[in-house]
């Protein structure tokens, strides 16, 4: 079973950036789309960005333009660069990789982001 370890995210004030990581430890995940998902309390869990085989990628409304999802898909790692956080930005971020629209492994422990003065 493909592992998926989520890291990098942190406490970051508003305005602050985070890069998060995720490294999967099976080659499928590189064979496939990739995404960002990211869940706050009390909320369901959504889909914040997304990056195909091609490496076309897109996001969600709330974080166009202040999100950039890479991978190296020689690592079968994928990072989620964060700019411009906003405290509706904290969340436990998680990846995953993707079977057309839906998750295909089993979730990760994710990674905290908090965004606070």
């Known amino acids: 079973q493909v592992q998926l370890v989520e890291s990098g995210g942190g406490l970051v004030q508003p305005g602050g950036s985070l890069r998060l990581s995720c490294a999967a430890s099976g080659s499928i995940f590189s064979m496939n789309d990739k995404a960002w998902y990211r869940q706050a309390p009390g909320k369901q869990r959504e889909l914040v960005a997304r990056?195909?085989?091609?490496?076309?990628?897109n996001y969600a409304d709330s974080v166009k333009g202040r999100f950039t999802i890479s991978r190296d898909n020689a690592k079968h790692t994928v990072y989620l660069q964060m700019d411009s956080l906003q405290p509706e930005d904290t969340a436990v971020y998680y990846c995953n990789a993707l079977a057309g629209s839906y998750p295909l492994l089993r979730w990760g422990q994710g990674t905290q982001v908090s965004v606070s003065s």
């Open positions: 990056i195909t085989t091609g490496g076309s990628t």
